[in-house]
């Protein structure tokens, strides 16, 4: 069903996405049911924002993923999976720009794993939602200003993590 491409044509042509429901339109403003996390991506992300499937080196000033991290986290190949995915957010990553995780798992499974040094950011902030019984975990990761040597999301071998559960 998700892995189908018509699964996704069908979803943003119906304009069923996030909260809003007129057909042919699109929003990806699923957050802001959630006060606390639309108050922590608004002083993160840009008013004027636009939908990016393919970005070029250093061109993207904010990234946010929503659970595509928790996702690779339980595949067979989860370290290779995971560096691919944060190495290709840091290609497309402006210097100083921002990639904003949000995750169902606590700092303790996350915050190793997004702070590998292959990725050129620091993490700037995290923070805990809550609503209702849900809980989200925001990790706000901002790209170091270009140096020379090693490029960004050039991958380093991390040694040895377990694989987490609390995705």
Same mark, same amino acid.
């Given at each position: 069903m @998700?892995?189908? &491409?018509q699964y996704w044509e069908d979803r943003y042509e119906d304009g069923v996405v996030g909260h809003c429901q007129q057909?042919?339109? %699109?929003? =990806?403003?699923? @957050?802001?049911q959630y006060p606390a996390l639309q108050t922590i991506l608004h002083q993160h992300t840009s008013k004027h924002y636009q939908t990016v499937v393919l970005a070029q080196d250093s061109s993207i000033d904010t990234l946010i993923d929503k659970a595509t991290l928790d996702c690779l986290? =339980? *595949?067979d190949d989860w370290q290779g999976q995971v560096q691919r995915m944060l190495? /290709?957010?840091? &290609? %497309?990553?402006?210097p100083n720009g921002k990639f904003? *995780?949000?995750?169902?798992?606590? $700092? +303790?499974? &996350? !915050?190793?794993i997004l702070t590998g040094r292959a990725y050129s950011w620091k993490l700037v902030e995290h %923070? +805990? %939602? /809550?609503?209702n019984t849900a809980t989200f975990y925001v990790y706000i990761m /901002?790209?170091?200003? #270009? &140096?020379?040597?090693? /490029? *960004?999301?050039?991958? !380093? $071998?991390?040694?040895?993590?377990?694989?987490?559960? #609390?995705s």
């Open positions: @998700y892995g189908e &491409r057909k042919g339109v %699109v929003s =990806n403003e699923w @957050y802001l986290m =339980n *595949c190495g /290709q957010a840091a &290609r %497309v990553l402006k904003i *995780c949000i995750s169902h798992s606590k $700092p +303790e499974d &996350r !915050i190793h %923070v +805990e %939602v /809550q609503k /901002q790209k170091h200003l #270009a &140096r020379r040597g090693r /490029q *960004c999301g050039e991958s !380093i $071998p991390w040694g040895s993590h377990s694989k987490d559960t #609390a």
